[in-house]
């Protein structure tokens, strides 16, 4: 199974982020592939390249 992590928070190492990468570990656990995805960081970096 395939697991995307998707975190939303602008706070990188707060609550959502450290709930989220508990989530991570416990769906790796029982040996689902996952990817987590910081949408906050990626938000901006677009964003400063299109200003650039």
């Known amino acids: 199974m395939k697991t995307m992590i998707l975190n939303g ?3 990188k190492n707060w ?3 450290l709930m ?3 989530a991570q570990k416990g769906a790796e ?3 689902a592939e996952t990817e987590y ?3 906050f ?3 901006h970096a ?3 390249v299109l200003i650039g």
């Open 46 to 48: 677009a964003f400063v």
């Open 20 to 22: 989220l990468r508990e």
């Open 29 to 31: 656990s029982v040996g």
């Open 9 to 11: 928070s602008p706070r």
């Open 41 to 43: 960081r990626r938000r």
């Open 15 to 17: 609550n959502t982020a």
């Open 37 to 39: 995805i910081d949408l």
